[in-house]
């Protein structure tokens, strides 16, 4: 084992030997097309651009974005004003990292150097990149400003809301809330229609509350129910009367037929599940015979759609006002993929698509007397002499959502 695991090693140093003569060779080229500069400041544009809590980083990326900030304070020098003109010099440390970069002159910034190019930056392709790098770097910079504005407009209306609401709260609570259901969610609880929808999303919320106790406590009650609204009604207008006044004499058992859960309670496959929640950028996880439908049935994944802070301050909590796609529609649309157009998957693809709760696992076995080599699925790694493994068939899970939660201590203890 010592002795794979030092060839292994071996190829690992090979690689990434490899790979760093392939950054050294673009750091040239660039460097002749005196683009070297230009192309750091976009890898630096990128590091700063990405929307991210910086408590949540891991240590080494705090470590990173901040040596790379204290370098961009360094390289930034203040314009000088014209003759006569009042000097309103910004101290540096008040500038956002994304409006520095656009502020500094190329000529102050430190050559480029390969270690500085993350892996992924050197490819077969990367010629096309760097003939288009003066492109990608303006581009860059329109979506930062594009970006910036709309985070902006984001924040103005969030606190324009909230604003408006407290006011209204302090003086009725009633019309706050009308306020809240008719900007938020479209309903005017003031008529008739608009109390008769309020009761119908309460009572949509109760049976999210239910299905959340049945799954944990008991299992899954219906595999394709869900939520229909981006937002939670207000907690105050459930009142105490909750069975009576929205139930009536059905249970909560009894989820409703209806448009957010239809009659079949089946689990979707596991491609059909990834249709119903991702948008169109991440289609690349599913395989390749799906690239199709987001393009027939483009209203069902838009690519730009409005987020809302809802009185929260960070963009990651905001809430993204996606539509709910029609769940019929997308699975006949998959349906006519496969069973009218003659479209199959491959068996890997197959195997992936399966929502049977047993499977099969390879397992260690040293009792295995297999004299044939254990074919790696790693190409920089030499295949193991012998094949120490054994399949076995895993089905501990097929009991999932057919028995109930017992709350009592285990044997033992």
Known sequence: MRDLQGKGQVLNNANKEKIFQKKKSKVEKLKIDNKAKTYKKRLISKVFAEDVDE???PKYKKTERANLLAKLRQWYKPAKPQEGEETKTQAVEEIEPVDLI???DEGNMSDLRPEEIPDDQVSEVEQIEM?????LAQADMGALDAQAQMEQEIEKQNLKFMSDFVKLYTEDANRAKAYFYQTKIDIDITSEDGMKARKKMLKKYLEGMQWVLFYYYKGSPHWRWYYPYHYAPMISDLGINIVQDFLGTTTISNFEI????PQNSQPYT?????????????????PDEYAVIPKIMSSEFPTQFNVDLNGKTNAWEAIVLIPFVDEIEVINQEKKLFEIEGMKLKESDQIRNSTAFAYWVYKYDPTGKSNKPLPSTLTSMTDPLFDLTSCQLINEYEKVGTVAFEPKVLKGV
């Open 55 to 57: 408590k949540s980083l």
């Open 102 to 104: 656009k502020m500094i």
């Open 131 to 135: 003939e288009t790098l003066d492109d």
């Open 258 to 261: 209806d448009f957010n859960c």
């Open 270 to 286: 596991p491609f059909q599940q990834l249709l119903c929640i991702m948008p169109q950028r991440s289609f690349k996880l599913l």
